[in-house]
């Protein structure tokens, strides 16, 4: 039996983040048991797929489920993950404005337009992602390091090299 939504009391307008391996998807709650969340065309239910999918920019379809039929077996939670630094808009509004996008196809890319952007531009009206922010900063330090290590490796080089003349 699947376990029931509410054990994590979930109210519409909530943002849901679901555990899936490398990224994490978003939805919105909607009430009844329902989320709505943007899915990349090219979504095949694997992690590598995605990541592969994720990318390149494709386009995605904004969807109304069941919250099973999204979560499937992944861990998820309610993360209204900006409410600290934004006012989230009126939970009416946000559903409505959800609903009014079912069906609709959008732009999707794992930097810009994501699963995360979808659900904080209608929760809070701007479109943002810790993820993306998160892999920002990690890229940005392994670059650090890898160049770190390159003017290392270059000035011991250097500094053999004189010390071989002597």
């Known amino acids: 039996m699947a376990p029931v939504l509410f054990d994590i009391d979930a109210k519409p307008g909530d943002l849901i983040e679901i555990f899936g391996g490398v990224y994490h998807h978003w939805a919105v709650f909607i009430g009844g048991n329902e989320v709505i969340h943007l899915i990349p065309s090219t979504h095949r239910g694997g992690d590598l797929l995605e990541v592969l999918a994720f990318l390149g920019s494709s386009d995605a379809t904004v969807r109304r489920q069941r919250i099973w ?17 934004y006012q989230p808009l ?29 659900v904080t531009e209608l929760r809070y009206g ?30 011991f080089s250097a500094f053999r090299k004189n010390k071989d003349k002597e």
């Open 126 to 155: 701007k479109p943002e992602s810790r993820q993306v922010q998160t892999a920002a900063v990690i890229g940005g330090v392994a670059a650090a390091g890898v160049a770190v290590a390159v003017v290392g490796a270059a000035l």
């Open 69 to 85: 039929e999204v979560v499937g077996s992944n861990r998820f939670q309610v993360n209204n993950l900006l409410d600290d630094k």
């Open 90 to 118: 009126d939970p009416s509004t946000i559903v409505s404005n959800a609903v009014k996008m079912v069906g609709q196809e959008r732009p999707y890319n794992v930097a810009t337009h994501n699963s995360e952007h979808f």
